[in-house]
C-alpha cells in the first residue's frame, strides 16, 4: 500500500478531523449533528470556492452547479454522513473527488454542454433514523414525508424536529420530481467495499448490480425483574430469546446461496447489570441477489424469533424499517463510461456487483445512473480499516475528470 488517500487528497485531508470517533476510532457522522453540519458548511465553502451556486433542496441534499441548472442535467455526487466508526472513504471520496475533478476541468478552460451539478445526498446511511438512502427516497417518492417525517432517532427526536431545527422546512420534505426528471444522467464515484479490484489488479471498476437489502427491527418483551431474586425457572428474559435468535441467524443466511444476514445493533431495556431486561430490540440488515430470498430469510428469521419469544415466556413483534429492491443498472450509461475510459487507458474497464446499498441505486430506478468504484486493499469497509492509496485515488479523480469531460 502507498500513502493513504484521506492523508493525501486535498479535500480529505482538511475534513479528516470532522466527526472523529473517539470510542470506535473512524468517524461518526450522523445525519445533522455537529459534525455533518461542518461538513455540510464545508461543502459549501469548496464548492462556492469553485464558483458554483450551492442550494439545499426541500429534503435536505445539497447541490453545487456548475453554471445554471437546468433539464438534462449531469450530475455527480455522494454523501457526507457515516455509519457510527465508518472509514474516511465512504461517502466523502465520491464527494471530493467530484470537486477535484470539476477544479481539474476549469483549469484546462472546460465549459460543461448541459447543467452540471454535484449533489451530497443526506442521510444515506441511516444511522441516525434507520431508513437508508433517506434523501433520495423522499426525492424521488420511495418514502412517504408523512413517514419519514415520525421517524425519530435514538434518543427519541424526530426527523421532523431535527429538519426544523436546522432551517429545513418540514412542510416541504417529499417528492421533488422536478429535480429529479431534470437529471439526465447521475454518476456516483465510490470507495469500493469489497476485494473486487483488488483481485482483478485494476484501480477502477463500474458497477454492475446492488444486492436487494433491508433492515428489520425485532423487539422482544418480557419481565423486567431483579437479577438476584428471581430464580432461573421464573424468568421471562427478552435478552435470553433474543440472543438465541441472533446465535441462529448465520445458519439461516448460508442456507441462501450469497444472501448476508447482520444483527450489528442491540439494545436492552433498562440495560442494568443487575436487571433482567424487561425489552431488548435488535436490528436486522439482510440481503441477496434476488429478493425473494432476502424476503424467504427474514421469513424464517422471524419465525425463529417467535419460537424463541415462545420458549422464552416473551412476546415479540418484528418491523420491516427500510427496503430496497436488487439493482441492475442500466447499459447505457455504463456502456458510455467505457467508451470513455477504454479510450484513455485502452484497457476494458472492470465491472463489478457490490452487497452495499447507494443513492445511485434509488436513482436508477427514475434516471440513468452508473457507479465507478475505486481499489480498497484492505476490503474492509463500515470500519476504519476502510483505505484507499493516494494513487488510486488520483485514478478515480482521474477517471471521473474524464466522464464528466466527455458526458458533459
Ligand atoms: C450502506 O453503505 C449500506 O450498504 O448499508
Ligand atoms: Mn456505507
Ligand atoms: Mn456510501
Known sequence: MTDSGATVLPGLAEIAEVGRDRVRGGYTR???DHAERTLRDWFVERATRLGLDVEVDRNGNSWAWWGAPGPDAFVTGSHLDSVPGGGAFDGPLGVVSALDAVARLQAEGHRPSRPTAIAVFAEEEGSRFGVACLG????SGAVSPERAL???DADGTSLEAVLASAGIDPSGVGP????LSGIGTFVELHVEQGRGLVDLGAPVAMASSILGHGRWRFRFTGQGNHAGATLMT??????VAAAAVIAGVPALARQHGDARATVGRLRSVPGGTNVIASAVEFWLDARAGDDTVTQALVAEIAAAARAAATANGCEVSVTEESWSARVDFPDGPRTAIDRVLVGAGGRPVPVLPTGAGHDAGVLSAHVPAAMLFVRNPTGVS??????????????????????IRELT
Open 176 to 179: 421533488d420530481p422536478d429535480r
Open 382 to 403: 463500515h470500519a476504519p480499516e476502510e483505505w484507499s492509496d493516494a494513487d488510486d485515488c488520483a485514478a478515480g479523480v482521474d477517471a471521473l475528470t474524464r466522464v
Open 30 to 32: 450522523h445525519l445533522l
Open 136 to 139: 433520495s427516497r423522499l426525492l
Open 234 to 239: 421464573d424468568r421471562r428474559d427478552p435478552m
Open 150 to 152: 415520525a421517524l425519530t
